[in-house]
């Protein structure tokens, strides 16, 4: 029985590995300047951990294929020098690990999150709550509008809490419920949750962002390939969590544009 056992645990660490080795399912396609550089970190991280995965599963069936017929009488066989320095290898092997795929994956973590973006990117500010996601553009001024809790109504379509009677820069502030941005130019997106936690997630993007409440947080993008691509939330935020989604439309820049321009006329 131990055998069959071992014999089993081998076949199904094998086969597991099959589908990853052949790259059955493999991401979409990147529609990003960063993306490259993440996609060769997963790529890394994959092969690393897949190949500690399937060693660890067949020195296992190897043990239990080795000691599967020993007798209750039969004498134990130590390792030499004790459990411990199978222990402190472990740690040492996997720290290595760790630690080399930390600073190999820090360029790609750096250039979306700590690299200043460029000074003509377009700055729109995201806003998340429960169930949807909303869109802000400075409008011909430049300037954002300030924001006042107090003067939230969805049901008059305020989302941000605007008050354009006594704050001008807010008049001529786009709000959308699509996120439209210029191909090949840097968009900077300023996070904010109005409520409980939400993500921001754009599989083609290679990006996955948190929104946390209480916190303004900042991610900046260069999109590649016009299109249309979703935007979902992946942190489970209520009963309306699986339908909280938008859209992402990367527009030629004259498209983008002309987008403004009609959002400004409404």
Request: some cysteine.
């Amino acid at each position: 029985m131990g055998k069959f056992f071992a014999v089993t645990v081998a076949i199904i660490a094998i086969l597991s590995a099959i589908p990853i080795v052949m790259n059955y399912w493999g991401p979409p396609a990147d529609i990003s300047t960063h993306g490259a550089a993440i996609d060769d970190q997963l790529h890394e991280t994959m092969w690393e951990a897949g190949v500690s995965f399937l060693a660890a599963q067949l020195v296992l069936a190897l043990f239990v294929w080795q000691f599967a017929g020993r007798g209750r009488n039969d004498k134990l066989k130590n390792f030499p020098g004790g459990a411990k320095w199978l222990v402190i290898a472990a740690f040492l092997f996997v720290g290595t690990e760790i630690l080399a795929l930390g600073v190999i994956g820090q360029k790609a973590w750096a250039t979306v999150y700590f690299a200043a973006p460029d000074k003509d990117a377009v700055t729109v500010q995201a806003q998340a709550g429960q169930f949807a996601f909303y869109f802000r553009y400075p409008g011909p001024d430049g300037k954002f509008g300030t924001p006042r809790p107090d003067k939230i109504d969805e049901g008059n379509q305020n989302f941000f809490g605007l008050d354009p009677e006594n704050d001008v820069a807010s008049r001529d502030d786009i709000v959308a419920g699509e996120l439209a941005v210029p191909v090949n130019r840097q968009v900077n997106l300023l996070m904010h949750s109005k409520d409980v936690g939400h993500s921001f997630y754009v599989r083609e993007l290679r990006i996955q962002q948190d929104f946390v409440p209480g916190l303004d947080l900042a991610v900046h993008f260069t999109a590649t390939k016009t299109g249309q691509y979703e935007i979902v939330c992946t942190q489970l935020c209520g009963l309306g969590h699986y339908n909280m989604k938008a859209y992402l439309n990367v527009l030629s820049q004259e498209d983008f544009d002309k987008w403004l321009k009609d959002k400004s006329a409404q």
